[in-house]
């Protein structure tokens, strides 16, 4: 084990005045709060280390199904900001250097040269944990053949690229329909594949109830996509020149010249556990509101890697997004920097879209209210995102739950084209604020006839739950 | 004065058991709080009597631009419900009939057949006020010249596409530059015509504070409409045909061929006044929660001739907006059928757009924070509408004020292009949780590439503005 983190200046220097900040992980959440650290505090107050094991830095991952179905020509469109312009901005980022072990009690991490494979430790005064999450891979035969590929980084997505034009034959099958499968199921409409999707549940978007997830599936077919649910990937075939060539489940073979696995993340945790930080039933280490690991003075973890209070359910909950790794960044950077903020925590907001099939949640599902013993009224009402009589009033469905007696909002799904998915804010907002379905009735939301009919979706939804919610 | 009321069958029917609900208005207030009633209560226990003296009911007054513009192509489709249909929900609708006279010690309401003269008294036990709204029209030689048009009623709109059916000319002005003001220049551009707007105002869009209605006025004219600020309009020409054929100001002429006014509403409150009912300082009825004229038990009144509390500021103001008018209706209809609910004021949200430019404010400007005594800070940001690459992204200024040391969201205006009207309902509800800017950071907003960038718009201006507040 190698003492040489002096070498590369990362000993820890008694009698400077600077105390240093160690980042592990260069994307959003990590390299947000050393940005943020550096604007509380100049290099002279704090020294900022950050430690990412991949090519590229602070980059959009949401983006990368819109590079590849072509919306988003050029990768590096997808970087916000490039190593060097973090290194200008006094950031001592190093790249392809991954940290191997944390050491809480002595301070410090161990981080190896990903080429060279040599290990140096450096010391810490604060740390950061923003490892982010790994996608999860079946542990399937034929899961590792060419052709097969995850999109979680900006590599991924350039291999499927590459995969792409080399392939002739135009057969795409996605194994899940989540977030990741349907975006990535219009990628390859968009390059104009015969698109499969396969899913173990028993619709598509299972992040959705069941009922409004139909309307997804019968959109999609819609498009031209074939859509199977209910079907469990047993293993994924291979032909002559080792490449993959069908996907097999339970009772069926789909023939593919390119499989996309989405199956979803989980926290990357394992240098946390390893350090014995606390973790919680998802696999994501457990913070408090300031974002400070629970039970550490000087370690903050953020981002794909923690769990965060779902403010609606009162549990924990794993949600890997963007924005979240974002704002967890800022409030980590401010506190690591000397100053206050916090997380409060989410309810659960989503959106995402299948050509122009928009699709958004927030708050609870049928299931995740009864999980946590909360009784609700449920109803479900058919609108359009503009005037009926103004041109391209399209369809909307929107669903909304609130809790029995009191008439708390619980939570909002919406399935439309255009106008549709950004609406689903109004119901954030509302449940952050604690609303009752009641309270909404009178929200005073924009009105125009190219904008909305003179009743809002969301408010002939909550009409109709406050009607139920007094009779329950 | 005659008492034949009994020849309708109006005359108050002592001994039966059903109680009279009278309505004057047939449009959205009126006839929302009829349709309502009626839910609550059957035919045998309560007899609705509904007056309009025009010749349509329950009509999208918001709607006449798009009508006069081409996008709507029939006059009926703005009509939400005929007046056979409210009668076959036994409401005893009486069109072209005006009531002229409100006896509220009597309780009852003398009306006039329009077309015959004939009146006749009808006595109410419980009464709906809502006569609307009436345009301002100026008190100009010329304004009541062929070719001048005012847009409030179908009639007007009608009217409006005869004379641009049989006008040769193709240069417009409209005057005012309100919601309505620009919503008839995107009309009159869609026809074909030259349009120029004149407007007394520094800026278009007084309803912004004049910052943002520079880039409503730079939009427009890069439409292609010619804007005239700080113009006050003195007289209107005409030719030898008595048409008009131009708008003059203090310093200019504009030739026109056809002339729009658009310069606003005021509460229709002659009625009200005459029979000794409050009427606030913007000259609308004055209201408790429920609805109920204030100091009366059996009044209602709503719609455009009411005024409504500002959530925000603490004070009345008038608000004539057909989303309202459908509230009020909803909560005076179940009030007056024995139920309960409330109106618990507006936060002031309103959306426009001109072509593809949308425009969109709610809650106090700059100039409505510091007449009620509010001291604030002001910011304004740039973001886009997407993500920065994503295709379509397009370009928004979101400004946002806060209520000095409290930091208490006090206004949001924003505009852009496609995506910027709908996201002020974010500040909206906001505002109606009394949301501080800090709380607002934290805001768990729909996120996906093509919906919003990573920190949506209001996010940005939340978190410029609470930086501002703490430095407060």
């Known amino acids: 084990m190698s003492m040489s983190g002096a070498s590369r200046g990362t000993g820890r220097r008694t009698g400077s005045g600077a105390e240093r900040l160690v980042v592990i992980g260069g994307d959003a959440a990590g390299m947000s709060a050393a940005s943020q650290a550096r604007r509380m505090k100049g290099p002279d107050e704090l020294e900022i280390v950050a430690f990412e094991r991949g090519h590229f830095t602070s980059y959009s991952a949401c983006g990368i199904p819109y590079w590849v179905g072509g919306d988003v020509t050029e990768r590096d469109q997808l970087i916000a900001r490039t190593p060097e312009e973090h290194r200008a901005r006094d950031i001592d980022l190093r790249m392809r250097t991954e940290v191997t072990e944390i050491d809480v009690g002595r301070g410090r991490v161990r981080a190896r040269d990903v080429d060279s494979g040599a290990e140096s430790w450096t010391s810490y005064d604060k740390l950061v944990i923003a490892t982010g999450a790994r996608p999860i891979r079946p542990d399937l035969p034929g899961a590792d053949a060419p052709g097969v590929h995850g999109v979680q980084t900006l ?15 135009r057969r795409a099958v996605v194994v899940g329909a989540g977030y990741i499968g349907v975006e990535m199921a219009e990628a390859l409409i968009n390059r104009g594949y015969e698109v499969t999707v396969v899913n173990r549940g028993k619709e598509p978007m299972s992040t959705l109830d069941p009922d409004m997830g139909r309307l997804v599936h019968e959109a999609m077919e819609g498009l031209g996509i074939t859509m199977v649910n209910d079907a469990e990937v047993t293993k994924l075939l291979t032909g002559d020149d080792g490449r993959v060539r ?7 073979e789909y023939p593919a010249d390119v499989v996309v696995l989405g199956i979803g993340v989980r926290p990357e945790t394992g240098l946390a556990k390893a350090a014995g930080l606390p973790l ?8 408090d509101l300031a974002m400070r690991v629970r039970g550490q003075q000087n370690v903050w973890a953020g ?6 209070l779902d403010l609606v359910s009162g549990q924990e909950r794993h949600i890997a997004l963007g924005t979240h790794a974002n704002k967890h960044g800022q409030v980590i950077g401010t506190n690591a920097g000397g100053g206050y903020a916090t997380f409060p925590g989410v309810v659960g907001t989503a959106v995402s879209k299948v050509c122009d099939l928009e699709i958004a949640r927030t708050g609870l599902r049928e299931k995740d209210a009864l999980r946590v013993g909360l009784q609700f009224e449920s109803v479900t009402i058919e609108s359009t995102s503009r005037a009926g009589y103004y041109p391209d009033a399209s369809p909307m469905t929107v669903k909304m739950l609130a809790e029995r007696r009191t008439g708390r909002l619980l939570g909002v799904q919406i399935v439309g084209r255009e106008g549709a998915g950004k609406r689903v804010d109004i119901a954030a907002v509302a449940l952050t604020a604690g609303m009752t379905v009641e309270q909404m009735t009178a929200l005073d939301l924009g009105y125009a006839p190219p904008f909305s009919p003179v009743w809002d979706p969301v408010l002939v939804a909550a009409r109709k739950a406050a009607v139920k ?4």
Not at 246 to 252: E, F, L, N, P, R
Not at 469 to 472: E, F, G, K, L, W
């Open 155 to 169: 590599d991924d997505g350039q291999a499927l690229l590459d995969t792409l034009a080399r392939t002739r034959g």
């Open 246 to 252: 069908a996907v097999v489940t339970d009772d069926a």
């Open 469 to 472: 919610v007094r009779a329950s």
């Open 303 to 308: 981002g794909d890697c923690v769990e965060v």
């Open 280 to 287: 919680g039933n998802h696999g994501g280490l457990l913070t």
